[in-house]
């Protein structure tokens, strides 16, 4: 079962779960993923230690974050 995580100052909250089994489940993670992304959030595949930026959902992705992009300067 995958999770689309959102990472916030405040911590990480669950928008929602789907399962790689499942079509409409994974539809329904990837278009919350672009909303949130369409929204000004970056989504990364997250785990071991990695935090690879992603366009689209991996289906069978254990997780993905939801993260604001860092700004530098």
Same mark, same amino acid.
């Given at each position: ?6 990472? &916030?100052? %405040? =911590?990480?909250? &669950?928008?929602?779960?789907?399962? +790689?089994?499942?079509?409409?489940? !994974? /539809? ?6 672009? /909303? %949130?992304?369409?929204? =000004?959030? #970056?989504?990364?595949?997250? =785990?071991?230690?990695?935090? %690879?930026?992603? +366009? ?7 997780? !993905?974050?939801? &993260? #604001?992009? #860092?700004?530098?300067?």
């Amino acid at each position: 079962m995958g999770k689309l995580v959102r990472r &916030t100052l %405040e =911590g990480d909250s &669950t928008v929602l779960e789907w399962s +790689a089994d499942d079509a409409d489940s !994974v /539809r329904v993670a990837a278009e919350a993923m672009q /909303r %949130e992304v369409q929204a =000004g959030y #970056m989504a990364v595949l997250g =785990g071991d230690g990695r935090n %690879e930026p992603v +366009a689209d959902l991996p289906a069978d992705a254990d997780v !993905v974050i939801l &993260t #604001m992009p #860092m700004g530098g300067g």
